[in-house]
């Protein structure tokens, strides 16, 4: 299995240069120049090309490019057009706000939705369908909608919790629960698939004639070997958060990756655009490596195969 990792992690080489020269040339051709918005529609042209040549933006793309190259692999990834401050020691100082509201909102709806889930597939028709109107219910509400609800009735109503802002735990909890129902309603979905296709497999059915408990039948055989796909659906909605929810911490007035790149879209900083991107690639490769060694743990046959290679 090491060996198979060593593998997996060789590739990534590759796999980011190609997503850094991609992601450079989209940034690039996005519309609009923040020349012009850092001098000013108005300015005269000694200006305008004095701070083109100032950001290096009177270069050729590949020139560009491989000034960029040459500062990721010095741990660098240049400074905001707008405040100067180094793009990498920003996301070093906001990421630890959005890991926090990443993993609060998963510690909501991974337990939360395994256990709706599964009582979804073995429990009665009316229990499967009061969580499918719920789960139907958590995956048709807008981010934007469901936060601003929450705000209104804890925080506007009741005064129980503040509106918005960065701080400790009533600050975390309405952006971290808003972020957690459509997590919340994906696993509860794929964990009630995933446990009803297997409630008539063969090797269930032969455990009962051997006489195993049902609870042991649940427990062991049916929970662990439904738990492949919801692992997946897990670390793909956990990368995705830890990159940032743009919506939620822009609603709640979170100081996260987020609402970062977002203000970096509105101002077109593309040294902000471009860190807050290949940083997120590179969570999402490590999340995945993670799903991997995760997938490998809770099915031997997975072990035997990545030994095997």
Not at 156 to 175: D, M, W
Not at 249 to 266: K, Q, S, V
Not at 269 to 296: E, K, Q, R, S
Request: with cysteine.
């Amino acid at each position: 299995m090491s060996l198979y990792f060593l593998k997996r992690t060789a590739l990534l080489i590759p796999l980011l240069l190609g997503i850094t020269f991609i992601t450079f040339s989209l940034v690039k051709a996005l519309p609009g120049d923040p020349v012009f918005s850092l001098a000013g529609e108005r300015s005269s042209p000694e200006i305008i090309a004095k701070i083109r040549e100032e950001i290096g933006a009177d270069k050729g793309i590949l020139r560009q490019y491989a000034g960029y190259v040459g500062l990721l692999l010095k741990g660098e990834m240049g400074r905001s057009y707008f405040t100067n401050r180094n793009v990498a020691d920003d996301l070093v100082e906001k990421f630890p706000n959005t890991a926090r509201l990443a993993l609060t909102a998963m510690l909501i709806s991974a337990p939360l939705g395994i256990l709706l889930g599964f009582a979804a597939a073995v429990g009665r028709p009316s229990t499967d369908r009061l969580i499918s109107v719920i789960t139907v219910s958590g995956i048709s509400m807008p981010v934007f909608w469901s936060g601003l609800l929450l705000m209104l009735i804890f925080s506007l109503r009741l005064n129980l919790l503040p509106p918005s802002g960065t701080g400790g735990v009533q600050y975390l909890l309405l952006p971290a629960v808003t972020l957690a129902l459509p997590a919340l309603s994906a696993i509860v979905r794929v964990t009630r698939i995933s446990v009803a296709e297997l409630l008539s497999a063969q090797f269930i059915r032969t455990s009962r004639a051997k006489g195993l408990s049902e609870f042991r039948i649940y427990a062991v055989h049916i929970l662990r070997n439904s738990l492949i796909p919801v692992v997946t659906v897990i670390g793909l909605e956990l990368g995705s958060y830890l990159n940032g929810a743009v919506l939620t911490e822009t609603i709640f007035g979170w100081d996260g990756i987020g609402r970062y790149a977002m203000e970096g879209i509105m101002k077109r900083d593309y040294p902000v655009i471009m860190g807050c991107i290949i940083a997120g690639t590179a969570v999402f490769v490590v999340i995945n490596l993670i799903v991997d060694l995760v997938y490998h743990i809770i099915d031997p046959r997975m072990r035997l195969h990545g030994a095997d290679r």
